[in-house]
């Protein structure tokens, strides 16, 4: 009586081969019994379009896949977001031999690394909000290819402009791994099963630069700094092709839309998905492309996490930057080239420590205080482990910039990054997990908007970090990270008693 009815459609027989096979409606009973699996709901609205959606049990639903398959599609994209900050780092230990080679100065060569993680940063403005327009899979097939293909100019480079270049412009497209996966995670894991995932796939955007020296200074000190872009070819164009043969689309709207043109190719009539956008396409796709800058600059929290984030990782590259000048033949320990590169094992060894035995009690904390608090889940439960990463990295910073300064033995240099290394993966852990329960379906864009400025910072600050060590010296100059990172060390704790109250204040309509 009231012009709006339900019913549901089975669509097993419609995915795969386009036919609608029965219908049942509300009570169950048309021709054969109701059935857990490829169902579809849909009601009629006011404008008799039906509405389609999944049902609880549908097995196309990305979070009612099999685990196996959702490791697949983290696989994947954990790879991707692994090689482009790998690319980022991995010819530090050749920026001698390429400056020589290039007829360039070593500063002119660090400038490869900026534009790279600058673009980085950039790109995920861009990509995540494309994602939540045209879908990931295709983002990230397209712009994968794109930066595997770029590999070969840079190692073809006849001068430092080229290099610079041909960089820059594949640290946009390689940024798609980072500037997506957060939101396919979201796509695919429960909140209460996400951080454990996440903190692994994570690894990536901070394994990649530890890693990238180490295999860098093998190829350049048995080959040339040319073969660390020959090798990032190679595997890159080898995790693009796993790509283009396994990874599947996760984000929801784009495989309802799917859905929807089967049904009215099929069915005839007009249907559409719930929640859709009926806005004109340019208006959405200008509306997603503000996303990000919406989100980082009337969020205080978001811009809070964000500044944080960016100092952690200007810090880590301009000590990466500098390492070779520290442990190198020129430096205080005297280190072969791949010695050097054994050193940024430090930091990833905390990695693995914290994603290991501290990142998986994320999810247990915010399930516990969820139960706590009735049931209630609020964004702020991910918050309590950062407090850990708030304390290790400004000790860990005055640490390894006193023992450098007073040339104690490198064990106890070295020690230091790994506790610096475990309270990045704690900090960034909890709050990319924090962007994604405070803007779910909108994930990928409230992560982009943390990534912009992390890149742009961690790009811009190794280029004055080396004048700043070489004017007041590796103690005050790393103890200059030391006292910022200090001073923001109260937010976790400030944001957990306060942040639903910020969150409310500055609502935002995205």
């Known amino acids: 009586g009231s012009g709006r009815s339900r019913a549901q459609i089975d669509v097993r027989h419609l995915v795969g081969r386009g036919i609608i096979k029965k219908i049942l409606m509300s009570d169950g009973t048309a021709n054969g019994a109701h059935e857990r699996t490829g169902l579809l709901s849909f009601t009629e609205d006011d404008d008799s379009r039906k509405v389609i959606d999944f049902t609880d049990w549908d097995e196309e639903d990305p979070r009612n896949w099999p685990k196996s398959r959702k490791l697949i599609n983290v696989g994947i994209i954990a790879l991707m977001a692994v090689l ?47 994602s939540e327009t045209f879908g990931r899979r295709k983002l990230y097939l397209i712009c994968f ?50 951080a454990g995932i996440f903190g692994w796939y ?8 530890t890693l ?111 390492f070779e000048a520290i442990y190198g033949s020129s430096g205080s320990y005297g280190f072969s080239t791949t010695q050097v590169g054994l050193v940024y094992l430090g930091p990833g060894l905390g990695f693995f420590i914290c994603v290991w035995f501290i990142v998986p009690k994320i999810d247990t904390i915010y399930n516990h205080l969820t139960k706590k608090h009735g049931g209630e889940a609020k964004p702020e439960y991910r918050l309590p482990l950062a407090n850990i990463g708030a304390v290790l990295i400004p000790i860990s910073l005055f640490w390894f910039a006193w023992t450098v300064e007073y040339k104690v033995h490198w064990a106890v240099t070295v020690l230091s990054t790994v506790f ?63 006292f910022t990172s200090l001073a923001l060390s109260p937010a976790p704790l400030l944001f957990f008693y306060y942040g639903e109250r910020i969150r409310e204040a500055f609502a935002i309509d995205l």
Not at 115 to 126: A, D, M, N, R
Not at 202 to 209: F, I, R, T
Not at 280 to 296: E, G, Y
Not at 421 to 436: D, P, R, V
Request: charged share 10%; glycine share 10%; with cysteine.
């Open 212 to 322: 990238g020296p180490l295999l860098g200074g093998v190829l350049v000190q048995h080959l040339s700094w040319r073969w660390v872009f020959w090798f990032l070819t190679i595997i890159c164009t080898f995790n693009t092709i796993l790509g283009f043969l396994f990874l599947k689309e996760s984000y929801a709207p784009t495989i309802l839309e799917n859905r929807k043109q089967k049904f009215e190719e099929s069915e005839g009539g007009k249907f559409r998905i719930a929640n859709q956008d009926d806005r004109p396409f340019w208006t959405k796709l200008i509306s997603s492309m503000q996303r990000p800058l919406r989100i980082l600059f009337t969020q205080p929290i978001v811009l809070t996490m964000a500044v944080w984030q960016a100092i952690l990782f200007g810090t880590t590259y301009s000590l990466y930057t500098n």
């Open 420 to 482: 610096f290394g475990l309270g990045q993966i704690t900090i960034l852990n909890t709050a990319q997990n924090y962007y994604i329960d405070s803007f779910q379906k909108y994930a990928a864009s409230a992560i982009a908007a943390g990534a912009v400025f992390r890149s742009i910072i961690g790009g811009i600050v190794p280029l004055f970090a080396t004048q700043l060590f070489q004017q007041v010296g590796y103690g005050w100059g790393v103890s200059t990270f030391a």
């Open 202 to 209: 994570l690894l990536g955007p901070l394994l990649g630069p």
């Open 84 to 130: 482009s900050p790998l690319a980022s780092s991995m010819f530090t230990p050749g920026i001698a031999q390429i400056a020589q080679d290039l007829k360039s100065s070593p500063d002119q060569v660090v400038g490869a690394t900026t534009g790279f993680v600058v673009f980085l940063g950039i790109g995920p403005l861009i990509l995540a909000p494309l």
């Open 145 to 194: 290819s794109i930066f595997a293909l770029l590999q070969i100019p840079t190692a073809l480079s006849p001068n430092i402009g080229t290099l610079i270049g041909v960089r820059s412009i594949s640290g946009f497209f390689g940024s798609v791994g980072i500037a997506n996966g957060g939101g396919t995670i979201s796509d695919m894991f429960h909140p209460s099963q996400r």
